[in-house]
């Protein structure tokens, strides 16, 4: 999977993003979000099966802040690097991160799993929305992805309606995912191990709101600097502690389910 994100990356970098590219432009971002989410879910099943208790919250922890970090390097830091060193040598710089990782896999063994457990089924998706819970689990993080993603995309459309450049909204992004990886995903775990997971969640929930509310309000009454970093600080601590808690929520879950035999 990690080959495949790399060559799209370098593909990406080689034709770049434009009109008249837009179709296997589509195709390569297509191929590389396949991967990526496959590699995500083998992550989050490796860490179930390896770990339990408070370390799998600091595990997810861990990973969501790599995600996030990914997230906001790739999607704002692309941003910045664009405008000052052009785009196919800014996908090119990106496209190296992929490339770097593999060689890290190349010179770390993978360790033997201790426990081994019999498989007397093939995994199958539709097995797993028959699953008790899977369809409240389903909507959960349906809701998180909705959460984290929905108000930076809306924020930078707005931003750029309202005359910002591509670098200060790339930089507004950056200092949103400091906060992310920081105090979103750092304060997530921590937030869980004191009230629990789904109250940390609605934490989460609650900042978001508040980043909303605060959007619809510069919508109509002009952007001000200072409730543009509000909205972006409410809406990183959202997206860091609902990612971090529906992973952990989502993980106690399946372990339950699959103690149980569901």
């Not at 033997?112 to 998706?125: F, G, R, V």
Request: glycine content about 12%; charged content about 10%.
């Amino acid at each position: 999977m990690q080959i495949i994100v790399t060559i799209t990356m370098f593909a990406l970098s080689t034709i770049g993003l434009s009109v008249e590219n837009a179709l296997p432009c589509i195709v390569l971002l297509f191929a590389a979000s396949l991967a990526s989410a496959t590699q995500d879910i083998a992550t989050d099943g490796m860490a179930a099966e390896q770990v339990s208790g408070t370390m799998l919250s600091k595990i997810n922890a861990v990973q969501i802040a790599g995600v996030m970090a990914g997230f906001f390097i790739g999607g704002a830091g692309l941003m910045i690097m664009s405008e000052s060193l052009g785009q196919h040598l800014a996908l090119g710089v990106l496209a190296c991160v992929p490339l770097l990782s593999l060689l890290f896999i190349s010179v770390c063994p993978l360790k033997t799993p201790s426990i081994t457990q019999e498989m007397n089924e093939k995994a199958s998706l539709l097995k797993t929305v028959k699953r008790r819970g899977a369809p409240r689990l389903l909507l959960l993080t349906l809701l998180s992805a909705v959460t984290a993603v929905s108000g930076f995309g809306l924020a930078k459309l707005f931003l750029n309606d309202a005359g910002w450049s591509l670098a200060q909204i790339g930089k507004m992004g950056m200092a949103g995912g400091m906060v992310t990886l920081v105090l979103g995903c750092g304060g997530g775990a921590w937030l869980i191990g004191k009230i629990g997971v789904w109250r940390a969640f609605s934490f989460g929930l609650l900042f978001a709101l508040l980043s909303s509310l605060l959007w619809l309000l510069q919508s109509a009454n002009g952007v001000s600097i200072s409730l543009v970093a509000l909205c972006i600080t409410f809406g990183s601590l959202s997206a860091g502690i609902t990612s971090v808690a529906i992973n952990d929520g989502r993980d106690a879950i399946c372990i339950a389910l699959s103690a149980s035999g569901y």
